[in-house]
């Protein structure tokens, strides 16, 4: 595709329930990144992936969150036992070879609203 | 410990008007400095970035000018329009390390 997809656009689950977030990057982009934007709020560094280094997990929240990325191109976010405060908008972005050389593009976000 | 500290967290500006918008970083192996426009619904994009060789990068109504020992850098949105209304994130970042992305300005153009 011609830039980053995530899938689903929208997700409503209930509390306790486990839910996938995916991203697509574009094709050929090495580093990956999740983060996670409440309302009106600012980017949370979650996770981040650059090549075949070992990802930067530094910023997932708790051990209900996790993700992998498959083949050095798709990644799936993991949220295990939903809970209220997992609510927000959910983005992935990809870059060509790494964060600090070139610009990364934002898909345009997964909303996650636990009921 | 913060790497970039992003301020004002929100701004105002009359149409017409300069929005500043300033970002201090602490780790001078940072390289790389860009700007993300984000509008509501959307994820953010890239506006405009800039590499430590230079002080000013202009691109249309936009600017970036950097402060190399000051460890500063700041957007200035020239003659502000109401389809500037967005929030502004800047960045940083270096080699094969994540961007680090500061908390936003919530920038309002009023006519």
């Known amino acids: 595709g011609a830039g980053v997809s995530q899938s689903p656009s929208n997700k409503v689950t209930e509390k306790g329930k486990d839910v996938e977030l995916r991203c697509d990057p574009i094709?050929?982009?090495?580093?990956l990144y999740w983060y996670r934007q409440s309302l009106g709020q600012g980017l949370e560094f979650l996770i981040y992936?650059?090549?075949?280094?070992?990802?930067?997990k530094s910023g997932l929240p708790s051990d209900r969150f996790s993700a992998e990325r498959t083949g050095g191109s798709v990644s799936t976010l993991t949220i295990q036992r939903t809970q209220q405060e997992d609510s927000a908008v959910y983005l992935c972005a990809s870059s060509l070879v790494a964060g600090g050389l070139t610009e990364a593009f934002f898909g345009q976000g997964t909303r996650l609203t636990v009921v | 410990q913060q790497q970039v500290k992003q301020s004002p967290q929100s701004l105002i500006v009359q149409k017409g008007g300069i929005s500043i918008i300033n970002c201090a970083y602490e780790n001078t192996a940072f390289d790389y400095f860009p700007w993300y426009q984000q509008f509501p619904g959307k994820g953010p994009a890239l506006l405009i970035a800039i590499r430590p060789d230079v002080s000013e990068k202009k691109e249309g109504r936009f600017t970036i000018s950097f402060n190399k020992s000051a460890k500063q850098f700041s957007l200035h949105i020239m003659d502000s329009q109401p389809g500037d209304s967005a929030t502004y994130f800047c960045?940083?970042?270096?080699?094969?390390?994540?961007?680090?992305f500061g908390t936003g300005t919530r920038l309002t153009i009023i006519p």
């Open positions: 960045a940083v970042g270096f080699g094969n390390e994540k961007l680090t």
């Open positions: 992936f650059q090549g075949n280094s070992a990802p930067d």
């Open positions: 094709s050929g982009h090495t580093a």
